[in-house]
């Protein structure tokens, strides 16, 4: 690590983040090998993202627009960010380093309240809109959120939440005309605001994302990590311009989305284009209409969109980039023929913040995720962490700029191991340093580009009053690489069929994110387990490659 990120005193008053962060033994080593990653000591992202701009002239350039064809230049983004910072600091109370929970729909009014939360000096915990109360409790108890930004059409679940959520005292609505909503609050406030002096090193954004237990795991990623994570893919793999037009469907809340949408183009003086329900239709709609030239989203949505393009003017687009689950080559393939344009794949994680592994398009292979980006290196290790060979399978081990630290959480131990970053994907690489993706090494089920934990999903079945024991994994699915399968064990006295695996879905997308519930019910007598009474779900992800094998070969 540079010494010029060392050791500068923190800037926060609040210092729940330091304290908890893991202990410096287990952190990942960071590497800092381009001249582009030397980032002084003192750091807040949003001065280098905004306030940097207008220094730079890039004022008058058009930041966000909407659907509806509401346009904020860097100027007035910024200013809208100073105005509610003031809210923040104000009339909420809020002191550097409190956490805020961030609510809301890709939005221009996400988008600033996002960079007011780094110019006050808050720590963002941006959450996916469709998270229920129970979800939303325990990011916020795993956190202690202070403060509460949220979009005031999903407030049902956050008022649900608030009895469990002592140290939560402070919220305040936006997108709504309310005398006390941010908007109106902040149409008061100055214009002006002094940024957190806040050091490259303290925290400005917790990350969650749910492991193979269910239970969260909030990442910790410093100021300047998420500078660092837009001065690496964009610029060597990328090779956008400030002239693009960024857009597409991953969330602020998740990381790809963050990145992809809102700190990558902002980095280089571009413009993006936030859509709030970008549904294949919808995406494909915006892009005929809005003329944006590169894309972020997941392979499902180029599936879905591929067979579609007829009907749309996809001319403007010049950029494709995929991640959040594996590419299919079939995908990869289907989009290129109906559009010309060679995918960007990539894999990214939340612990690391953004894209590791990833091509410029006129490299893609078939098949491939690409090779260790600039500013990063990645192995493929064995189960003890020794290199492997080309054309081994094993564990994908990677470290750069940025990388995992849990929120005082002991499963740091097991991602981050000699130094490495241990993302629980199974990979191989070739003689030429590519990468090919075989499977997670977890339990984790990624379906349509999110991440599901099957525990999490059993946990909810077996809150209804027919279910006796379940079991939930992956099973491929062409349409969106996998879906959620349960096998149930039912209780004496209920009947399997059609009716019971709708209530059975139906009761899962009131208990948790609604994306997370289970697309096939099966019902077993039993599940497999070990001598000791583990379940072994593995042997129920066997069974349904197997199954799907059989079904190509018919």
Not at 225 to 243: E, M, N, R
């Amino acid at each position: 690590m540079p010494s010029s990120t060392r050791g500068a005193a923190t800037g926060h008053v609040d210092t729940f983040a330091n304290d908890h962060l893991p202990p410096r033994a287990q952190w990942p080593e960071f590497l800092f090998e381009l001249p582009e990653l030397e980032y002084p000591p003192r750091m807040n992202c949003a001065t280098a993202l905004l306030d940097d701009a207008l220094a730079r002239g890039w004022g008058p350039r058009t930041a966000i627009l909407a659907l509806d064809g509401t346009r904020w230049t860097y100027a007035e983004l910024n200013q809208r960010a100073n105005r509610i910072a003031h809210v923040l600091v104000d009339d909420m109370g809020l002191v550097p380093g409190n956490r805020v929970l961030l609510r809301g729909p890709n939005s221009l009014a996400m988008a600033a309240c996002w960079f007011a939360i780094m110019k006050a000096g808050g720590i963002a915990v941006a959450t996916m809109p469709l998270l229920r109360a129970k979800e939303l409790t325990d990011v916020v108890t795993k956190a202690r959120v202070t403060h509460a930004l949220c979009d005031a059409r999903l407030v049902e679940e956050l008022d649900l939440a608030r009895p469990g959520c002592p140290t939560l005292a402070q919220v305040a609505l936006f997108q709504t005309d309310a005398s006390d909503g941010v908007e109106a609050r902040s149409r008061a406030k100055p214009a002006a605001f002094a940024n957190c002096d806040t050091a490259a090193e303290d925290t400005a954004l917790i990350a969650f994302t749910s492991g193979t237990t269910g239970q969260p795991k909030g990442t910790m990623h410093f100021h300047r990590d998420v500078i660092a994570a837009a001065d690496c893919f964009p610029k060597s793999t990328l090779h956008a311009s400030p002239d693009d037009l960024f857009t597409g469907s991953p969330p602020l809340a998740f990381t790809f989305g963050l990145g992809g949408l809102l700190l990558f183009p902002l980095r280089i003086g571009a413009s993006t284009l936030l859509i709030e329900r970008p549904a294949p239709e919808a995406l494909l709609d915006a892009i005929a209409k809005h003329r944006p030239t590169v894309l972020f989203t997941a392979p499902t949505s180029y599936r879905a969109m591929a067979q579609q393009v007829a009907k749309h003017d996809l001319s403007s687009l010049r950029k494709c980039v995929s991640a959040g689950e594996a590419l299919p080559a079939a995908t990869r393939q289907l989009w290129k023929d109906a559009t010309g344009i060679e995918i960007i794949d990539g894999i990214g994680s939340t612990e690391m913040l953004h894209i590791f592994i990833s091509h410029p398009d006129s490299e893609a292979r078939p098949g491939a995720t690409g090779k260790a980006i600039p500013g990063y290196r990645a192995s493929v290790m064995d189960e003890v962490g020794r290199p492997l060979p080309p054309g081994r399978s094993g564990r994908l081990a990677v470290k750069g700029p940025t990388g995992c630290r849990y929120l005082d959480d002991p499963r740091q131990a097991n991602y981050v191991q000699d130094g490495w970053n241990y993302t629980g994907d199974a990979y191989r690489m070739d003689e030429d340093g590519w990468f090919f993706y075989e499977a997670r090494t977890d339990d984790m089920i990624v379906t349509a580009g999110y991440n599901v934990a099957g525990p999490e999903v059993e946990g909810a079945l077996m809150m209804h009053a027919a279910v006796s024991e379940c079991a939930c994994v992956a099973a491929p699915d062409e349409e969106r690489g996998s879906i959620v399968k349960a096998f149930v064990v039912l209780k004496p006295g209920h009947a399997a069929g059609e009716a019971l695996t709708r209530e059975l879905q139906e009761f899962v997308k009131q208990a948790i994110a609604p994306y997370k519930y289970p697309r096939a019910v099966e019902y077993v007598d039993s599940l497999p387990r070990t001598e000791t009474g583990k379940l072994q779900r593995f042997r129920l992800r066997q069974m349904e490659e197997q199954r799907a094998r059989e079904r190509g070969a018919a």
